[in-house]
């Protein structure tokens, strides 16, 4: 047993030496939607101490596509895929320090906090990076295959990738108007009346606990196919925010997606570069010293 426990912690040792000593991918590629959540949680909860964070973008998927990277060096975007604004939240309140300002996405919040996903994400462990989600070894091997597979590519090919991955000709018409279709169907209904009031009631007490630690909250939507934002479920969540939360600043679709003909990639995601507009008229309303 001493003999497996030595040999363990001789193992671990140098696989955490070999990290530090090892050059490790800004963007790390990782196996599921889940992981890639992981990292975005691990990575704030871990670096936040450490690197000032003024103002803490949440939400979900829809959110994901905004790039603020360009505009501030102290925005964290912490957007969780499949996942909502309620696991943020939490997310923000087990944080060492709270950010002063807090922006959250209101489009899906009938999603509850996955009490899973964040178990997942913290603990002291995670402060070792050989427990880190970025470095499991499988991950480690993806990161080192991609690497080289973009080394025997040309650089035109990569350039013009690049082109390609961010132009909307690649979006598959008939796919994207059946997207559109299902999304029109969904939105056409109202979330259950007793989720929603459940669901408001969390906003509420996390936003409290977020407020009395000194954070300034703020709500958004997120544009989404035009037909949509006036929908039955848009509508209802719209009012059921703004009758919560009636003093909080809110920023609505509409000045989100000023000057901009919303198509969107499937009914409710931005395409490149319908979000890089987005990201610029969202710029305006971040209260940050940092740009």
Known sequence: MRTTISVTLALLILF????????????PILQSQWQSNQYLIEQYLRFQPSNRIDTLVIGSSLTNRLDFNKTAN??????LSGDGSLTALMVAMKAAITPKNIWVEINVPERDINDGLI?????????????????????LVLDSFHYLKSKFRSENVIKKKSVESNSNSDINSDIRLKAIALQTKSYGKEIQSNILQDRMNEF??????LESRGAIVGFFEMP???????????????????????????ISAGELSNGLT??????????????????????????????
Do not use: M, W
Not at 204 to 209: A, C, E, G, I
Not at 264 to 284: I, K, M, P, R, Y
């Open 16 to 27: 955490s030496v070999a990290l530090n000593l090892h050059s490790l991918p800004k963007h």
């Open 204 to 209: 509420l007490n996390l936003v409290n606990q």
């Open 74 to 79: 102290c925005i964290y975007k912490l957007s």
């Open 262 to 291: 919303v198509r969107t990639a499937d009914g409710v995601h931005l395409q490149n570069d319908e979000a890089n507009v987005v990201a610029a008229n969202f710029d305006s309303y971040l209260r940050t010293n940092c740009n």
């Open 224 to 250: 989404t196919y035009p037909g949509l934002t006036e929908s039955p479920k848009a509508v209802q969540v719209r009012e059921a925010f703004k009758k919560v939360f009636p003093k909080h600043k809110f």
């Open 119 to 139: 178990k997942d994400s913290s603990g002291y462990l995670k402060s070792l990076p050989a427990f880190q989600i970025e470095n499991r070894p499988l991950n």
